[in-house]
């Protein structure tokens, strides 16, 4: 099983810009998807951007244009870069792995990071 560890994220301001990055470890395959979803109190988790092996990008409607998503398949990491940050963007933050019948959909994501929190401020 895949194991899964976020780092980066924090607080800025609205307008600023911050980096997450995720580690794949504990397996000798590489993901087919690899993605990245953020939640916040009272909602589901919602796909941000997600990366195949075969560097398939997507990007939820929310995101693009403003947030790109660059995966290394030597280093099992897939970082997220987010610019333009706006409040809405605060939530905690999943890098997840694995088979999904739709990449933007966690279903099928079978390995999960703990989470890391982006709080963007006005």
């Known amino acids: 099983q895949v194991q899964l560890m976020e780092s980066g994220g924090g607080s800025v301001q609205a307008g600023g810009s911050l980096r997450l990055s995720c580690a794949a470890s504990?397996?000798?395959?590489?993901?087919?998807?690899m993605a990245w979803f953020r939640q916040v109190p009272g909602k589901g988790r919602e796909a941000v951007a997600a990366n195949s092996i075969g560097s398939t990008i997507r990007y939820a409607d929310s995101v693009a244009g403003r947030f790109t998503t660059l995966r290394d398949n030597a280093k099992k990491t897939l970082d997220l870069y987010m610019y333009s940050l706006k409040p809405e963007d605060t939530g905690m933050y999943y890098c997840?792995?694995?088979?999904?019948?739709?990449?933007?959909?966690?279903?099928?994501?079978?390995?999960w990071g703990q989470g890391i929190q982006v709080t963007v401020s006005n």
């Open positions: 504990n397996d000798t395959t590489n993901p087919l998807w």
């Open positions: 997840a792995a694995g088979r999904p019948p739709s990449a933007l959909a966690p279903v099928g994501y079978n390995a």
